[in-house]
């Protein structure tokens, strides 16, 4: 039965206990067994391949970063870190046309629907990777508003959990107390990690048919991060009152195009590599041996929360799942995760982790298909990418970070020949996502529809993060303040965004 008697911050203390963390560590290793048998078994093998997205946002209110209220959560999103986040998510749909059509579908009604609910309460959901003008209170304030319960740390802009407080209060006690977060212009600590819920992602899915052929996908992606990074940048400052500049035109040049990379790894690697671009894996098996090797944090137990028998394969696993919600990888596998379709069986699918959340639905959909598509081209050519040196992937990876379209960037071409020509590298990437939407049975229309904004983004240099920085460099040469000029282009922003005008065609 659950044990509804403790408090959260009870919950917390039990989750940091010794004792929890050997039941946890035992149970998760009798699950993993479970879990490796059904992969040799062949019963992780599906149908199809099969698409699905997350995507996080957040609420603003006139021009601030703001609080969403409970209501908001009656619509159908879920609830995030901070309280001015909310998450948007699809059902999986077969990757094909109709399973295109069939996760805008969602994405859109959803989204509606949340937007309804906030607007109600005089708030609005901005899909937007990381707003950068602070919350009525500062940003100090907001995000280091926390209270002591007997030697537990609550954030009170913190989504009341007792997963995310034990989490915060894990990776507080592995970094002495506070989050540090070093980027061009800021040196700043806070007494929580709920600094993290300053970025927002998505997360674009795609299960795997056969379990076995895991390895060609999962590798192949972590090889496509830094070019895919590198067209999606869109958070390139911090809330603004975190900055001690003199000069903001030094603070433009000098900052990263992708800030969420280093807030999200600076907030919980205090002690442990934990966010970091993952290992290649040889075998599918393999992702089964990475989790268990992972340090364990913040462990729960089933029994805390839910009072019903393990009758199904999520309860059989939830320690097992548990766990993996804490393996932070830039691209994460899921092995036994839900499939398409209804029943009791499972899946194998890549969680493809880094990219920033998007201005507008076709926008996050057309990453989604690009990311699908790309990998599908490059596993059913048998191109040879997979040869690029982790070194280089990883390389690339945070030089896109750092400076979007602009970054060196590393690749092995068809003909096997390694390049860092952009050019090169574009032009065989696009190539590759047509051919893998094309082995799918997606039209050319529907290609055209996602792929194309995204290749235009490409020839004409630019991405919602340069945009961003173009627009504030445009306020201040009309003698706007750097506070002012970053709320206008925020504003601007939103305006474009609400308005689902496709960032290709933003002026």
Not at 259 to 278: G, H
Request: glycine share 6%; with cysteine.
């Amino acid at each position: 039965m659950a044990d509804t008697t403790d408090t959260g911050t009870e919950l917390v203390r039990r989750s940091l206990s010794d004792e929890t963390e050997v039941i946890f560590d035992e149970r998760v290793e009798e699950q993993a067994e479970t879990v490796a048998e059904l992969l040799a078994d062949a019963e992780l093998d599906n149908p199809s391949f099969a698409l699905g997205i997350e995507i996080e946002t957040y609420a603003v209110d006139d021009t601030s970063l703001t609080r969403l209220p409970d209501s908001v959560f009656e619509a159908p999103c879920d609830r995030e870190l901070g309280l001015h986040n909310a998450e948007l998510h699809t059902e999986p749909t077969r990757f094909d046309e109709d399973g295109i059509a069939g996760q805008v579908a969602q994405l859109r009604e959803n989204l509606d629907a949340s937007r309804a609910a906030a607007d109600d309460a005089d708030t609005e959901i901005v899909l937007d990777a990381m707003w950068a003008v602070p919350p009525a209170e500062g940003s100090q304030s907001y995000l280091g508003d926390v209270e002591d319960d007997e030697g537990v740390t609550v954030a009170r802009n913190m989504t009341a959990s007792p997963r995310y407080w034990a989490l915060d209060n894990e990776i507080l006690a592995q970094g002495n107390g506070s989050v540090s977060l070093s980027v061009p212009g800021a040196e700043v600590s806070f007494p929580s990690i709920l600094c993290e819920s300053l970025t927002s992602s998505i997360q674009p899915h795609l299960q795997i048919p056969d379990a076995d052929a895991l390895p060609a996908y999962y590798n192949a992606a972590i090889r496509t991060l830094g070019p895919v990074l590198a067209l999606s940048t869109n958070s390139p400052l911090l809330p603004v009152d975190l900055y001690d500049v003199d000069d903001p035109e030094q603070l433009l040049e000098e900052t990263h195009h992708e800030l969420r990379i280093a807030a999200f790894e600076q907030s919980i690697n205090a002690a442990w590599n934990k966010v970091r671009v993952p290992e290649d894996i040889e075998t599918t098996h393999d992702t089964i041996s990475y989790l268990l090797d992972d340090p364990t944090c913040a462990p729960f137990l089933r029994e805390w929360v839910a009072d019903s028998e393990r009758e199904t394969i999520d309860g059989r696993l939830w320690e097992f799942d548990h766990k993996r919600g804490t393996y932070w990888r830039w691209v994460r596998s899921v092995v036994g995760g839900q499939p398409v379709g209804e029943g009791d069986s499972r899946s194998v699918r890549i969680e493809y982790r880094p990219l920033p959340t998007q201005p507008t639905i076709r926008g996050n959909v057309g990453l989604q298909v690009l990311v699908a598509g790309l990998l599908r081209g490059i596993v059913a050519t048998d191109h040879p990418l997979t040869e690029l040196d982790h070194v280089d992937a990883e390389r690339s990876f945070y030089a896109a970070a750092e400076n979007g379209l602009d970054a060196d960037l590393a690749w092995v071409l068809a003909d096997g020949e390694y390049t860092e020509a952009n050019d090169e590298i574009y032009g065989e990437l696009f190539d590759l996502v047509r051919t893998g939407l094309d082995e799918q049975g997606v039209s050319g229309e529907t290609t055209a529809h996602y792929i194309d904004p995204l290749e235009a983004r490409w020839k004409a240099g630019t991405t919602p993060s340069s945009w961003k920085l173009d627009r504030i460099r445009t306020e201040l040469a009309a003698g706007h303040s750097f506070e002012n000029a970053v709320e206008r282009m925020q504003q601007a922003y939103r305006e474009h965004s609400r308005s689902g005008t496709p960032f290709s065609d933003w002026q």
